[in-house]
Structure formats: C-alpha cells, structure tokens
C-alpha cells in the first residue's frame, strides 16, 4: 500500500529572545481602553503562571515570513535528501504574509510559496506553491492537503512549511499580545509504498466553526485609546478559545485516533499546537476521560511554548523536528511509534492527524 510518510523536517529558531521580565515597564490596557492599574509584574507573572511562557522569540529587524520559511524549508530538504526539482508541491501555512520591520501592511502578493520557491532557486514549472489561511491548524492542514493530491494521483513530493512573525502584528498595550512570537517549521512528505504496518498517515480529521465563533480571534483597533484607530492588530477573545478548545478539541482528536484504528495507548506523543499550557493540558486530559482513563499518561504532550511561545502555524512542525532530532531533553520518539498532530485556531478551526514514524 501507499501511505504519505514524511521524510525530512527542518525549523528556525529566532535569535532575538524576549524575556517576561522586558514586559515589567509595559502600560496595558483593557478591552474597553481602560489602563489596567495593576503592576504589570503581577500581569506578566499571571500570565506565566496560565501560558507557560517565560521567553519567547522574535525574528530579528530584517527577516520576514518568507525569510525564515526558505530557512526551514532547506533543513527539511536536506533531511530528507531529495532534490528540489523534484517537488510537486510547495504549501506555505500563513496568516499575515511578510510584514516588514515597523509597518502593519501585509504583503502577500505572489504567495509566500512562489517566494520560497524563488528562494530555493527552484526551476520546474511543475512544482505549484500556494497558501493556505487556516489560523494556527494550518500546517497540520496543509500536511492533510498534500495526503489528498497524493491519494489523488496529482503529486508525489511535497514541501509543507508553516511559518509566522505575530510580533509585526500584536498590539503591545493588549496583555495577550505577550503570548505570541515567531517561527518557522517545515516538512518534506512523500508518497511511498510502504507495508501495512510500515510508515504514513493513518487518519486525519477536520472541523470549522464559524457562526459566532469566528470572531474570536480577528483584527482590530488598539486597546491604547490615542493609537490610529485606522491601524489594525491581531485580537483574540482569550476566555472564549479556552472554552471553545476544551470542549470541540478532545472528541477531534478521538475521531482521528478512532479511524486510524490505533489504540489509544499505542498513541506514543501528541504534538499538539502550543497556544496556552494549561488549555493544551487540559486538552489532553479530557481526551483520556473520553476513552475512560482518570488522567493522561505522563510525558504524552511535548511542550516547546515556555521558552518559545506561541508562533501559531510553527509550532507544531518546530516542536515535531526538536524531538524527532533529539534536541528535546525529555522526549524521545522513534521509527514504528504512532503519533498524534492537533491544533486549534482561529476560524475557528481544528484539526488532527494520526501519523506513523
């Protein structure tokens, strides 16, 4: 049989590490552009306490999402050893486009895949790049799209990166704006025949929510009263993705692991967007009480957001290439062990992928 068995991985890190501690002098405001009176330590020690985040990354002055894309993209074709004309596909996972140093204007136009193609100096004509907007789930979407033109008899090869700057994005003056950062990860899949019990994806799953839901991680102004109310910011309603999460995201990844036909404790990781430590907890948690345990194994979840944040479409494939290469001091994963890709975001969106080593 044929299955879509990934074969190479590669991420950027930024260099440029923000610490909570460089949020201490920060004036925050509220919703409603009302000064939060508060110490902004308690503030940024609050939000440690829920997110996990003690540092984050951002890109350095003159990298855009393109930039640290093309630099993922060449560790994962080198990993995988393939040569680049060979690709069929190039999906780019992005929700901004390249926003340059000191502006808010998204430039998308061609599409980050044409400009990561014009990177990697690919030539074939044949090898088609485009975008996918699908909040924080869209590399995991982008893996299901290339299962489906390989099922389809339209591509073999395909390059599937995801890839963002937030920090060109986020309204300073807005507490969340703290949980956000940069990054890039990226993954080369194949389509190969491999034994029943060989390598690939097993299952995928996907939902959308857009009645009311989907405002609730959108544009809008600054909560700082005196900033252009012209100039728009990435806003998210941070109780109502909580709520939302727990509640549309465990029975997600359940309908996934069922239709793998996996038992749920031959499930070795779940490499689950890093958005908040405590809801991705929490998550994890009510998706083993779904299949009757108390509580979760132990070290099931790989986590990355403390020291890396929350980089939307990057967090997963970065968090997958740390582990797969050993890099992550406490998880291990290995050729023949079946694991889990999850995300949720804005939409609002989720998806889940049951994947083979």
């Not at 390989?150 to 591509?155: L, N, R, S």
Request: hydrophobic share 40%; proline share 4%.
């Amino acid at each position: 049989m044929f299955r879509s068995v990934i074969t190479g991985t590669g991420s950027y890190i930024p260099t440029e590490v923000k610490t909570n501690s460089q949020f201490f002098s920060q004036t925050f405001y509220t919703e409603e552009k009302q000064q939060i009176k508060l110490d902004p330590k308690i503030i940024v020690d609050k939000l440690e306490k829920i997110t996990g985040i003690a540092e984050r990354r951002y890109v350095s002055d003159n990298l855009k999402t393109s930039d640290i894309a093309t630099m993922a993209a060449k560790l994962a074709i080198e990993h995988s050893g393939i040569d680049p004309e060979s690709l069929d596909l190039i999906i780019v996972a992005q929700n901004f486009g390249d926003i340059i140093k000191g502006t808010l204007q998204s430039d998308a136009v061609p599409a980050l895949a044409s400009r990561v193609k014009h990177n990697l100096k690919i030539k074939n004509p044949k090898c088609i790049g485009y975008d996918i907007l699908f909040g924080c789930p869209g590399w995991i979407q982008g893996i299901i799209h290339a299962d489906a033109f390989f099922k389809a008899g339209i591509a073999t090869k395909a390059l599937v990166i995801g890839a963002e700057t937030l920090s060109r994005i986020i309204d300073v003056y807005d507490r969340d704006s703290m949980i956000f950062s940069d990054g890039a990860g990226a993954s080369v899949i194949e389509y190969k025949e491999v034994q029943e019990n060989g390598s690939g994806i097993l299952s995928a799953s996907t939902l959308s929510h857009c009645e009311e839901e989907v405002d609730y991680i959108n544009m809008d102004t600054s909560y700082f009263p005196e900033r252009d109310p012209t100039l728009r910011y990435m806003k998210m309603k941070g109780r109502k993705v909580y709520e939302y999460a727990l509640k549309n995201v465990p029975p997600a990844i359940k309908e996934c692991i069922d239709k793998s036909k996996v038992n749920i404790e031959n499930i070795k990781k779940v490499f689950i967007h890093q958005a908040n430590e405590k809801m991705d907890e929490a998550i994890i948690q009510a998706l083993y009480k779904l299949y009757g345990f108390k509580e979760a194994p132990k070290d099931i979840m790989p986590m990355s957001i403390g020291y890396l944040g929350n980089s939307s479409v990057a967090t997963v494939p970065t968090l997958f290439d740390l582990v797969l290469k050993g890099k992550d001091d406490r998880h291990f994963i290995q050729e023949g062990d079946v694991i889990v890709f999850a995300s949720v975001g804005a939409g609002m969106n989720i998806n889940a992928v049951c994947y083979r080593l």
